[in-house]
């Protein structure tokens, strides 16, 4: 078993070194006219390249985009809940900011962090296309961990709420752009799905491959190929729970949990430790779909056909409200969308359709 993990995870490595080294660096960002008609040409075509046709090679080329090296001084804003635990925004400013430009909050995946590749690769555009962004730690995340007693799940919208705050203090006459990502998609539809009118100082949203129904995203992870995403995601978040796990455990007078799915994991510690009965329970909470029919801020949700973490069957027969736009794309795996050269100043076709929604003058849907 240890030896097929161990050549499955050097396969893996060598995969996306060799994905890195024919997806060429990005071209600098001083190529205006390219910036211009990215941020204004909203959703062009999404045409990949033909050796990245497959929605799950272009999930794992994406994490060859890891985006550029951080500062070593990162500058930190560390946000207080009523509970105790504390949240963590990294900021990213532009050097040309001024009180009233505009803002935007970035949330990310399940089992990501403000470094994972998507989050330092959209900060760093929207900064250069002069947007102050604020990249969240959900809890326990990147430089949040040791921060929490609690762990973030995916409808727990009071903490994106004390968050928006802090960014609204930060930036008090500026309009903030609201981003998700994956689970943190999810989290952001339920909030705007929840609140009367717009969350503070939000104008517009968008939710990059949203889970928007947990019970089945989980489900189909289960199968076929999608099978190893299953266990990378269990294993990233049983590492970061053995404590919480053990005592669990000891609590109930049985043995220790060792979940193979990210179904049991939830079942026996998401849910539980969250106040959920267990993992449907979770899961028909949490999950944003219920909750899109409410969405008045304008909104874009975009997704992929052969993402191979969020099954596009969620999104069949959704009735979309006015305010949000749904853009389906045949090719783009999960977080990937890694396009052929084109008019974007790089392959991170993504990317731009962000920077462009956020940056756009007049959102509509």
């Excluded at 050549?7 to 994905?19: G, H, L, M, N, P």
């Excluded at 978040?237 to 939830?266: H, I, M, V």
Aim: proline letters at 8%.
């Amino acid at each position: 078993m240890r030896q097929r993990r161990r050549t499955a995870s050097i396969r893996f490595r060598r995969f996306v070194k060799i994905a890195a080294s024919r997806l060429s660096p990005p071209v600098p960002l001083v190529c205006r006219v390219s910036l211009a008609r990215a941020m204004n040409d909203s959703f062009p075509p999404f045409r990949p390249p033909a050796w990245l046709r497959s929605g799950h090679m272009q999930t794992l080329a994406a994490l060859a985009l890891v985006g550029p090296r951080p500062p070593k001084t990162p500058v930190r804003h560390r946000v207080r809940l009523d509970d105790g635990d504390t949240l963590v925004l990294t900021e990213d400013r532009p050097p040309s900011w001024r009180d009233g430009d505009r803002a935007a909050m970035l949330v990310h995946g399940l089992a990501g962090c403000h470094l994972s590749p998507y989050m330092r690769r959209i900060a760093h555009k929207l900064a250069r296309a002069g947007v102050r962004t604020f990249r969240l730690d959900l809890r326990g995340c990147g430089a949040g961990e040791g921060l929490a007693r609690l762990p973030y799940h995916a409808g727990l919208t009071a903490d994106l709420r004390v968050a928006l705050a802090e960014v609204a203090r930060q930036c008090p006459r500026s309009s903030i752009a609201l981003v998700g990502f994956s689970l943190g998609g999810n989290l952001v539809l339920k909030l705007l799905g929840e609140t009367a009118g717009a969350p503070a100082g939000v104008d517009r949203a968008a939710a990059i491959c949203p889970p928007i129904d947990l019970a089945v995203c989980c489900r189909s992870l289960e199968r076929g190929l999608a099978r190893w995403y299953d266990r990378h995601f269990v294993a990233l978040l049983s590492k970061k729970a053995q404590a919480e796990l053990r005592r669990l455990a000891e609590q109930n007078g049985g043995k220790l949990a060792r979940p193979r799915t990210l179904y049991e994991f939830d079942d026996c510690y998401t849910a539980p430790v969250s106040g959920f009965r267990g993992a449907e329970h979770y899961y028909r909470e949490s999950s944003a779909a219920a909750y899109l029919g409410s969405i008045r801020v304008p909104t874009t949700i975009l997704a992929a056909r052969d993402d191979p973490v969020v099954p596009p069957s969620i999104f069949a027969g959704v009735a979309w409200p006015a305010a949000v736009r749904f853009v389906e794309t045949e090719h783009g795996g999960h977080l990937g969308f890694i396009a052929r050269r084109g008019a974007d100043p790089d392959r991170c076709w993504m990317d731009w359709r962000v920077v462009g929604w956020a940056t756009t003058t007049a959102p509509s849907s």
